[in-house]
């Protein structure tokens, strides 16, 4: 589960400016603003005849369908399921190799890279749904913003607490910098700007948000109507936070690097998605994720396990829609795979990040914080106040707090770290930092093989 997969900053900031002036997102939103309208049935109908489409133009002549060719079939002919791990060691089968387009590298199972390439277009049809999400929040991809995204969108900030970068019409802050003297400056900064939405990692946004229910409330942020959530897992206690401080809801989205299938949040039931039919067929395939992308030509993947958990509710008959009107499907309990959200008990089970997560407010006094895994069976919060030292009594208070959720599976401890510490070379704060891995502990655990 991921956010688009960003390329180049400067291919991104690209595709960005396109997006905003491209009558193609325009087409695109009609197509789904069309659909939204529509019955259920209808929108099925369009969907299967739109991938039979996409099948037949990009996908036939792909090498491994071409030795596969149950993949081509219909979803109800078949029951064939491309896993990642196929993909991953054949990748090159999977090419169109017609089509331009660019190479990504993303995580595969069991931490291995993947290798994708992926379509020009396809970096476009995703901004195309991006605004789709924000566009049913009231925003629009050019609309004034404050943003808390690392370095990932254009050149550095080269020592700047933040900037302001036309291309994206925002404010975008330094997650090296988030400290009371920035967001004073900000406000300032964004006086003349009226910002409509937040926009960044929930990790990044939580600091701000922390110093606004200190400060605030701030006249400045006033104009907000949307958090738009990045490419991150955002905790209860957070969305709650934001919703409180900023009187504006959190918005996110659902994709993968894959591009096999795309959810929109729903306004109105936190945690569904809806089903973009424009972007991928989904399906749920043993409790997983499974999708028809219809957006990349350049590597069409059909019924591929995107190894994400979720539970697909598919509309109902005639008439039935969501209370927010939409009538597309929903995937809801959607819960990633991917390494970092893992822990390891005392057995080597795996253990979802899901169990770590936590709506006490002991928490919140902390501005940032991760969990670092180095040993089988236990796990570090590490945490981080801006300007003050944490005292003695919050760190044992969280850490009985934690250790009573997860039981005897995981010994569980607590240790001050410096806020640079915490961040990720892209300067998002890693929810898990997973350093252990239990099959190569297994494997250096065994006799070595004499000669
Ligand atoms: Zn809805």
């Known amino acids: 589960m991921k956010g688009p997969a960003i390329g180049h900053s400067r291919v991104v900031a690209a595709a960005f400016r396109a997006a905003c002036e491209s009558p193609l997102v325009t087409t695109h939103l009609n197509t789904l603003a069309r659909l939204e309208l529509a019955e259920p049935s209808e929108v099925a109908r369009w969907q299967e005849r739109r991938l039979r489409r996409f099948v037949n133009r990009w996908a ?56 994708l390439r992926i379509s020009y277009s396809s970096f476009f049809s995703e901004w195309a749904h991006i605004a789709y999400v924000w566009s049913r929040a009231g925003i629009s991809l050019g609309d004034p913003k404050i943003t808390f995204r690392g370095s990932s969108l254009g050149t550095g900030f080269d020592g700047r607490p933040m900037m302001y970068q036309r291309t994206y019409n925002h404010v975008a802050v330094s997650p090296f910098h988030l400290s009371d003297r920035t967001f004073t400056e900000l406000l300032t900064k964004i006086r003349d700007l009226r910002p409509v939405a937040i926009w960044g990692y929930p990790s990044s946004i939580t600091p701000f948000a922390l110093w606004v229910a200190r400060t605030g409330p701030h006249p400045e942020l006033a104009r907000l109507r949307a958090v738009l959530l990045a490419s991150e897992a955002a905790l209860g206690w957070q969305l709650s936070l934001f919703r409180e401080v900023f009187g504006a809801p959190p918005i996110r989205w659902y994709g993968q690097s894959e591009k096999v299938v795309f959810g929109a949040e729903c306004p109105r039931l936190p945690g569904h998605y809806h089903v973009t039919p424009t972007y991928g067929v989904a399906q749920v395939v043993n409790n997983r994720i499974t999708g028809s992308g219809m957006t990349n030509t350049a590597m069409p993947l059909l019924r591929y396990d995107t190894e994400d958990g979720g539970v697909l509710k598919q509309p109902g008959p005639v008439g039935s829609r969501c209370a927010c009107g939409s009538p597309f499907a929903v995937l809801h309990d959607v819960a990633g795979r991917w390494d970092q959200s893992l822990v390891y008990g005392i057995d080597d089970e795996p253990i979802s990040s899901a169990a770590l997560n936590f709506h006490d407010e002991a928490f919140a006094r902390f501005d940032r914080f991760q969990f670092r895994q180095d040993r089988r069976g236990e796990v570090e919060l590490r945490v981080s106040t801006v300007g003050r030292v944490p005292e003695a009594a919050e760190l044992e208070k969280a850490r009985s707090l934690l250790q009573h959720r997860v039981g005897d599976r995981l010994v569980i401890s607590v240790a001050i770290a410096n806020a640079d510490e915490l961040l990720s070379r892209r300067g998002k704060i890693l929810m898990i930092d997973q350093r252990y891995r239990p099959d190569e502990a297994t494997f250096s655990a065994m006799p070595t093989q004499p000669g």
């Open 60 to 115: 036939t002549t792909v090498p491994y369908y071409l030795e596969h060719p149950e993949y081509l079939r219909s979803t109800t002919e078949t029951a064939a399921v491309l896993d990642k791990e196929t993909v991953r060691r054949a990748s090159a089968a999977f090419v169109n190799s017609r089509v331009p387009a660019r190479h990504v590298t993303t995580g595969g199972t069991g931490g291995r890279p993947l290798s």
